[in-house]
């Protein structure tokens, strides 16, 4: 680093620290969170022995369909036409695929095809990737790489730069810019995209190289809570029937809106900020098959009685979630869908019927126009009413099986309790968009987009979503 520091490199090249160095007090020097494998002591050479020569290899990473299960992701590396480190390769199916995985498997790549002995410039237009390997290395580091998405490929990346015996210097390039290598890179790793077989990327750690665990002095509360977490969650194998509610959602968001979600997506889609928290929390439960209902009460434990309790009273069928949200013969969720059905069509927008996958995987929701663009404002009214929409379904059946003891409402009840949640979620996103601060807050403008569809707006007063005094209800119907 200091040879590099007196050749004054410019403010657009950002050297690679190879340095491995712990100094300070106790909370620097101990790691918690480590793993089982036996840790290196030794000392790590660092010393530089270049030849003289120096490579510039641009490298770039594509994904067809990013974000979704049917993502294919490559990486593309390029020096100069003909050369013979030039390569296009397909992520096998272990990695994640995506966009940002094959720009770090297309910097792994460079790092490892370069004469290790010579000063490597890597061009690169992912300033993520860039940054994870230089500014933030540093700090990943210290804190075991807990929080960093794909931590596995930046800290394999990180070992083979380690190894190098020559400085390997970043240059940030704007992509799609007309940059010669930079296209070339680019054009390459969407080839590998396209190859219908996976290529091998070697991911091993020299022992030598291997830093395990989090600094105790970088350790907070958040990362000792992820870390646990994480601990727990790969000795926990995934239950059966959350497995099988997923794929529901699954296939009901690609059957309704033609997108093929992970798994991941739908658990943070539920967390959107267009989900209510209660209606968040009865998704969650929902989902994993948490709540009291059905086959749950058939445990050999369970009395005569309390097992009668798994037959619907209405229908004679077990309860099931399924059952409850979607098929029930008791006065509720007929009507609510219904109700929802007459709202949305003030949208104009089209309407998908009540499934997993349109109910519980609404904020993956995905409306176009004619012309392929997204209608975002659409999405989220479509994850607010369908979300509101199925948490009353199950509140009323609650109150209906457990304090009413088998009552039902009367119609005009549920079409009452329907317009008086929405009207009520519709108030909590004025006062929400009111009162937030910051430039991630919800804004007056969001609401007004989102809602207008659906409000008579004869009687809508300008500024209506921060007159706190207007009184704004849900149009009832065309």
Not at 425 to 437: N, V
Request: aromatic share 8%; glycine share 8%; net charge positive.
């Amino acid at each position: 680093m200091e040879e590099l520091e007196k050749e004054g490199l410019g403010e657009d090249l950002v050297p690679f620290d190879r340095r491995v160095t712990t100094h300070g007090d106790l909370g620097q020097a101990f790691r918690i969170f480590t793993e089982t494998s036996q840790v290196f002591n030794g000392s790590i050479s660092t010393k530089i022995n270049e030849d003289g020569a120096a490579i510039t290899i641009a490298t770039d990473g594509s994904c067809c369909h990013n974000g979704k299960r049917r993502g294919r992701a490559g990486a593309g590396i390029y020096v100069e036409d003909g050369h013979a480190l030039n390569q296009s390769l397909r992520l096998p199916c272990w990695i994640e695929q995506s966009n940002q995985t094959g720009e770090i498997v297309a910097t792994l790549l460079a790092t490892t095809k370069a004469p290790p002995q010579t000063r490597l410039y890597q061009e690169t237009d992912s300033q993520t990737t860039k940054d994870s390997l230089t500014r933030w290395r540093q700090k990943h580091e210290d804190s075991g790489y807990i929080l960093q998405k794909n931590s596995g490929l930046t800290r394999a990346t990180v070992a083979k730069l380690r190894m190098r015996k020559a400085h390997t210097i970043f240059r940030w390039i704007k992509g799609h810019n007309g940059h010669q290598r930079n296209e070339a890179a680019d054009a390459l790793a969407a080839a590998g995209a396209e190859n219908p077989i996976g290529g091998t990327i070697c991911t091993d750690i020299p022992e030598t190289l291997s830093i395990s665990g989090a600094k105790l002095q970088a350790i907070s509360q958040k990362l000792a809570y992820r870390a646990i977490r994480d601990s727990i969650d790969k000795q926990t194998a995934p239950r059966p029937r959350t497995v099988a509610n997923l794929d529901r959602i699954m296939s009901g968001i690609e059957a309704a809106f033609g997108t093929h979600p992970f798994e991941a997506t739908i658990w943070t889609s539920i967390r959107s900020r267009h989900v209510s928290r209660q209606a968040s929390q009865y998704m969650w439960k929902a989902i994993h098959d948490g709540y009291m209902i059905g086959t749950h009460w058939k445990r050999p434990n369970m009395s005569d009685e309390l097992q009668m309790r798994a037959t619907c009273a209405t229908c004679g069928e077990c309860e099931t979630m399924s059952h409850i949200i979607f098929e029930c013969d008791a006065l509720g969720q007929e009507v609510i869908w219904n109700l929802l059905k007459d709202t949305w069509s003030l949208t104009g927008a089209k309407w998908h019927a009540p499934s997993w996958g349109t109910a519980f995987g609404a904020a993956c929701a995905i409306f176009t126009t004619d012309k392929g663009a997204r209608r975002f404002a659409i999405e989220h009214l479509w994850c607010i009413l369908c979300t509101e929409a199925l948490h009353l379904i199950w509140k009323l059946r609650c109150e209906r099986v457990i304090q009413n003891e088998g009552a039902e409402f009367s119609e005009i009840e549920i079409v009452n309790r329907y317009y008086a949640t929405m009207d009520s979620r519709l108030s909590l996103d004025r006062r929400t968009a009111t009162m937030a601060k910051g430039r991630k807050a919800y804004k007056p403008a969001d609401v007004e987009r989102i809602w207008l569809p659906i409000l008579d707006k004869s009687k809508l007063p300008p500024k209506w979503v921060s007159n706190s005094g207007v009184l704004v209800g849900i149009k009832r119907g065309r």
